[in-house]
């Protein structure tokens, strides 16, 4: 039952470190650790806490007790579990220029004009480009798009590509996440054409001297929204931009657009590109996810079915089932054919288009592999020489993998990455990911600003950077004193445990009342349990090539026993010691969820961690 979760629980020792279950190292290197332990010092005072939420807003105790670890008071509990856009959006003109973008956007509509409109090759700006074109257009616009490709014109506007969009009869061009940073290619040009800029990204120098940047990051923005993707910024711009054209009676004789049904975009975007699912973000996501279940959108339907992907749709859906297959064609392939099926109509044409993308990913799996073996190898050299930042770079890469490798390598060592494919001209082009308190995207603009670079930006936790392969060592110099403090982060990265439960205590009724705290994801992690002193009953080889490991699991002193799952089982150093039927007892971590099958619910718990019980 769930009134048994944290029953077992000592209080955690009275120090800097107070650790779950005694665990320091467990069989992956890493601490246990209370997602608060300033609350959960005193298991006394996260109890009353979540009794205080459960009673005043009517919630479970587990999910009081995890909605006080994430500093959610009573009041505030509705619109974290019910977010809506009624309750969390503010009125878009917060965002500094957003009037004139929107009064812009109002005046293309309603003189017919021609748009052309210029995206980023990821996920967040394919569905800021599908979003933006599907409004343009609907609302009677002739519109150009463009999505540049990630080896002949590299990250963001250029000069060509909009040139030819303006020979094109382009009056007005919109850059979709991406431009902030542009000011030298498209300043000279807005004497030719209007341009706005719907972006998110760091400010790197003077904005582009246009209409209009509408970017939450701007130093002069005080919106507060600055954890919103470029496809929130779009649909908010999409959102001003209809109310003008609705008091001024332009949809009197015609039908207005159904603007909720672009949330599904904003929700994919949201989740892929990484933002916070709090506030604002949780309600697109949350009523985006609604949206997509419909599967209205016929590119992205087919994808789904391509994916194998089935109800009920969830964050984790968007970030590894349909997220990296949209990437893949920017990666690898033909930068805009994740646009491309994003707005497509058709259904046999969607199902094309789709089937091409999940080959390209298959493919850029492969590249992937091929790449990730060698960065491991330098990058345990790198943090065997005390270097705090990890900088690998090799001949042969494939510029469109890079990055995917840096956040494998920094999920291993815990470390900020930054992964270079070494080109034939001599420079390098790349890809950075940071870990959580090291805010690489400013060390990046940090080092262009200092020479180190010829470009690079991006956020505090990735960033894209270009520079001469000679300046590789004066540039890991650099940010290794810039982000020094990293070389103090544990070598492994801690797990931040909320509750620990007893076997007999995992049931379908506590995994479905920790679920109503999704959509989970940065921000909002899923919650991590502890199963104390497990055994494990049976162990089976599944999935393809065996790669995943399905247990059945039961207390020390037996009792019900528990479905458990550890996937990528292959190269894992839990593996051997979870077959072994003749261990001794081993504390679990990881992810207890609800999971129906033709009509029937059960409980499984997917493990994350694992170390020897003392």
């Known amino acids: 039952m769930a009134d048994d979760v944290l029953a077992e629980s000592p209080l955690p020792p009275q120090d800097d470190t107070p650790l779950v279950l005694g665990v320091r190292s467990s069989l992956t290197g890493r601490r246990w650790l209370w997602r608060d332990p300033e609350i959960t010092r005193d298991a006394g005072v996260t109890a009353r806490m979540g009794m205080a939420i459960m009673q005043q807003a009517g919630v479970p105790e587990i999910v009081g007790r995890m909605l006080a670890m994430r500093g959610i008071a ?39 004009e021609t748009v052309g409109v210029f995206g980023d090759y990821d996920v967040d700006g394919a569905c800021s480009a599908a979003l933006l074109t599907h409004f343009l257009r609907q609302m009677g616009c002739r519109v150009i798009t463009h999505v540049p490709d990630r080896m002949s014109e590299g ?49 790197q120098g003077d904005l582009p001297r246009i209409v209009a940047t509408v970017n939450p990051n701007r130093p002069d923005c005080a919106s507060r929204l600055n954890g919103s993707c470029a496809a929130a910024v779009t649909f908010m711009s999409v959102v001003a931009t209809a109310g003008i054209l609705r008091r001024q009676g332009w949809f009197e004789n015609r039908p207005a657009p159904q603007l909720m049904d672009y949330l599904d975009l904003v929700a994919l975007a949201s989740v892929c590109d990484v933002m916070p699912l709090t506030g604002l973000n949780r309600a697109f996501v949350t009523q985006g996810m609604k949206i997509m279940a419909r599967r209205q959108r016929t590119g992205l339907n087919a994808l789904m079915e391509v994916a194998g992907v089935t109800d009920p749709l969830s964050a984790f859906t968007c970030g590894f089932a349909l997220g990296p297959r949209i990437n893949a064609g920017g990666r690898i392939a033909e930068s805009g054919l994740g646009l491309e099926l994003l707005l497509c109509e058709d259904a046999l044409e969607a ?37 705090a930042v990890l900088l690998l770079c090799g001949r042969d890469w494939h510029p469109g993998v890079v990055g995917i490798v840096a956040g494998r390598v920094k999920e291993k060592f815990n470390r900020p990455v930054l992964v270079g494919a070494m080109l034939e001209d001599g420079t390098v082009k790349g890809s950075a990911r940071s870990v959580p308190g090291i805010d690489l995207g400013t060390a ?13 930006g991006g956020h505090a936790m990735a960033a894209g950077f270009g520079l001469r392969a000679d300046d590789i060592p004066a540039l890991h110099e650099f940010l290794n004193e810039r982000l020094s403090t990293a070389a103090a982060l544990p070598d492994a990265v801690d797990l931040s445990i909320e509750g620990i439960v007893g076997v007999a205590a995992a049931s379908v009724e506590l995994a479905s009342d920790i679920g109503r705290l999704a ?75 609800a999971e129906s099958w033709n009509g029937r619910t059960t409980a499984s718990f997917f493990i994350r961690d694992a170390a020897f019980a003392n």
């Not at 199902?351 to 990058?379: G, H």
């Not at 940090?446 to 470009?455: E, I, N, P």
């Open 74 to 112: 009573p009041d505030g509990v509705t619109d974290f579990l019910t977010p809506t856009l009624r309750a969390l959006m503010p009125n878009p003109a917060c965002l500094t220029d957003m009037d004139r973008a929107a009064q812009r956007l109002a005046q293309a509509i309603t003189t017919g």
């Open 155 to 203: 990250y963001g506007p250029n000069t060509p590509a909009l040139e030819a969009m303006i020979a094109d009869g382009a009056g007005l061009i919109v850059c979709v996440d991406c431009g902030t940073a542009a000011s030298d290619v498209l300043s000279p040009l807005s004497a030719r054409a209007d341009i706005i800029v719907l972006d998110h990204h760091k400010v």
């Open 351 to 387: 199902r094309r288009l789709a089937e091409r993308l999940d080959a390209v990913n298959r493919r850029r799996q492969t590249v992937e592999t091929d790449i990730l073996d060698i960065a491991m190898d330098m990058a345990a050299r790198q943090r065997e020489e005390g270097h």
């Open 444 to 456: 990046i603009i940090a080092a262009r600003q200092a020479g180190h670079l010829t470009s690079g």
């Open 519 to 593: 959509p989970f994801g940065a921000g909002n992690d899923e919650p991590l349990l502890a199963l104390p002193r497990v055994r494990v009953v049976r162990a089976d080889r599944i999935g393809r090539e065996g790669n995943t490991l399905r247990l059945l699991i039961e207390g020390e002193g037996g009792g019900p026993r528990l479905k458990a799952l550890l996937f990528r089982a292959g190269d894992n150093p839990m593996t051997p010691v979870l077959e072994d039927r003749n261990a001794a007892p081993l504390h679990l971590a990881g992810w207890l969820r």
